[in-house]
Protein backbone atom coordinates (compact mmCIF):
# COMPACT_ATOMS: atom_id res chain seq x y z
CA UNK A 1 0.00 0.00 0.00
CA UNK A 2 1.78 3.12 -0.97
CA UNK A 3 0.67 6.04 1.46
CA UNK A 4 1.14 9.93 1.37
CA UNK A 5 1.46 11.97 4.00
CA UNK A 6 0.22 15.98 4.95
CA UNK A 7 1.09 17.24 8.54
CA UNK A 8 0.07 20.73 10.54
CA UNK A 9 1.98 22.00 13.36
CA UNK A 10 0.42 24.13 15.91
CA UNK A 11 1.84 24.21 19.87
CA UNK A 12 -0.42 21.65 20.94
CA UNK A 13 -0.98 19.56 17.84
CA UNK A 14 0.45 17.79 15.13
CA UNK A 15 -2.70 16.92 12.78
CA UNK A 16 -1.32 14.10 10.13
CA UNK A 17 -2.93 13.41 7.19
CA UNK A 18 -2.42 10.22 5.39
CA UNK A 19 -3.60 9.24 1.76
CA UNK A 20 -3.29 6.32 -0.46
CA UNK A 21 -3.79 8.39 -3.78
CA UNK A 22 -0.77 10.78 -4.60
CA UNK A 23 -1.90 14.58 -4.59
CA UNK A 24 0.28 17.59 -5.31
CA UNK A 25 0.08 18.45 -2.19
CA UNK A 26 0.72 15.12 -0.45
CA UNK A 27 4.72 13.84 0.66
CA UNK A 28 5.54 10.33 -0.59
CA UNK A 29 6.08 7.82 2.37
CA UNK A 30 6.55 4.62 0.94
CA UNK A 31 5.51 1.29 -0.06
CA UNK A 32 3.78 -0.30 3.21
CA UNK A 33 4.04 -4.11 2.00
CA UNK A 34 2.05 -5.80 5.35
CA UNK A 35 0.53 -4.25 8.28
CA UNK A 36 3.79 -5.41 10.30
CA UNK A 37 5.30 -2.27 8.73
CA UNK A 38 2.12 0.29 9.14
CA UNK A 39 1.95 -1.54 12.70
CA UNK A 40 5.59 0.19 13.26
CA UNK A 41 5.47 3.49 11.52
CA UNK A 42 2.09 4.00 13.47
CA UNK A 43 3.07 3.29 16.92
CA UNK A 44 6.89 5.73 15.78
CA UNK A 45 3.96 8.58 15.13
CA UNK A 46 2.98 8.44 18.71
CA UNK A 47 3.16 5.25 21.16
CA UNK A 48 -0.52 5.46 22.28
CA UNK A 49 -2.37 4.70 19.05
CA UNK A 50 -4.17 1.39 18.09
CA UNK A 51 -2.19 0.87 15.80
CA UNK A 52 -4.57 -2.01 14.24
CA UNK A 53 -7.61 -0.20 14.26
CA UNK A 54 -5.99 2.54 11.91
CA UNK A 55 -4.57 0.25 9.88
CA UNK A 56 -8.19 -1.16 9.27
CA UNK A 57 -9.62 2.47 8.54
CA UNK A 58 -6.90 3.47 6.32
CA UNK A 59 -7.24 0.37 4.33
CA UNK A 60 -11.34 0.77 4.06
CA UNK A 61 -11.34 4.80 3.28
CA UNK A 62 -7.97 5.00 1.69
CA UNK A 63 -7.48 8.11 3.92
CA UNK A 64 -7.09 8.88 7.46
CA UNK A 65 -6.59 11.80 9.70
CA UNK A 66 -4.69 12.15 13.09
CA UNK A 67 -4.44 14.20 15.73
CA UNK A 68 -1.66 13.99 18.16
CA UNK A 69 -1.35 15.89 21.05
CA UNK A 70 2.38 17.27 21.27
CA UNK A 71 4.44 16.93 24.60
CA UNK A 72 4.61 20.32 25.93
CA UNK A 73 7.05 20.95 29.25
Given at each position: ???YKSQTLTPTH???RLNCE???DLEYLGE???????KEFFLSLDASIDAEKNI???????YLHLLIKVKTL
Open positions: MKIKIIAHSFSSDTDLQLLKYYG
